[in-house]
């Protein structure tokens, strides 16, 4: 019996996993700049952190959570998103104890049973980071700020945000009364999910990717010109902030976001390139999430990143994540060397990561599969025509070679990394 993989799910093997350690190391150095401090929560959680935190109505809690029943009977769900987790982790260890703002980031996986498809997967990959504790419009823009910056180092010229405004609860009650009424009036001409939509949740209607649904969309009255004045200004003071720190950005109108607890900003980040699958992530400002999750009312905004879309950008806009290093492997051609070999690897590894060929094959085939390793420099102990005190040092991007004192096999390559070997 051979086992596969689970559908949606991958194994990332070490040439790619170079790529993801690249990924997160850029992506720490702008959160730590921002002084986010990363916060790990359980894979799994209560079930019912995830139907009260991202919403009963939602897809996600709806069809898409793995969820099953411990050997005592609880019912547990693997997470699917992170911001639910780290408010419940907020709470539980009192952070916001002092007052003030928590400034806080996870990176891990996310699971959903969506259906597999380019660029949604199973088990997935996001950035987080949420701060929890201020109302003001300015920490959206601290918010979108982060993540732009954040993607701007891998780099990605063209990025841009969609942002739109989704109220808060009593004026968007408002507006969801005017909305069912032009969604009844068209109910005919919507798809049957849309359909579903107009009582339970008729904003949701905006995300509906169903052509038959498009014009319909179009024509419906939107959530910006019934904002009240409190969520009209505190919108106009991000779109006014995101000018002033030159953040490019457009207003979208249809971005509503999956999940129950935004209010008011609402907010995609777009890398053109990609076409139709354009999204990087998103997020906004979710000022009612804190006391669904049994806390006392706090205010609060984050966004999610996708890290596979990201590499998937990276990729096709040809802008690799990482510097390939310089790879070093030693060739012992006799047991005699073997030992050797494994001690200068030691002093070798100050210059790059090293590997010592233990598979006992001829010279050539080891020459061959170093070449293939995609390494730097091979180094040779043991050549037929070479004395125990020799080491050949071949740099494999050339193919040229030189026989060097084994105590100079370090400065050898040294001189060689750095250009003047040969
Ligand atoms: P969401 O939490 O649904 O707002 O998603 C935020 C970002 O996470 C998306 O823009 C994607 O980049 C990524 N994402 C969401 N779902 C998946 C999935 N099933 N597979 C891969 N990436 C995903």
Redesign the pocket.
Known sequence: MRFQRQRGTQDILPEQARQWQALDRSLRRTLAAFDYGEIRTPLFEDTQLFVRGVGSDTD?VQKEMYTFVDRKGRSLSLRP?GTAAVVRAYLENQMGHEGGVRRLFYIGP?Y?Y?RPQA????E?F?LGAEAIGSAEPEQDVEIIDLMMTALAQLPMPGLEVEVNSVGHPECRAAYETRLRQALASERTALCGTCQERIDANPMRVFDCKNEACRPVVQRLPRMREHLCAECSAHHDVVLAGLRELGIPHRENSTIV???DYYTRTAF?VHYPPLGAQS?????GRYDGLVEACGGPPTPGVGF???L??ILFALEKTHAPAVATEDRIVILPLDRERRLQALQLAHALRELGPTAVDLSGRSLKSQLRAAGRSGARVAVILGAEDRSADEAVVRDLSVGVQAVHERTGVVAAVRALFQGQGG
Do not use: H, N, P, T
């Open positions: 996600i998103e996310m959903r969506d660029g949604r997967f199973r997935f996001q976001r999956g999940l995609e999204a990087l992530g998103g997020g999610s990143a996708g596979e879309r």
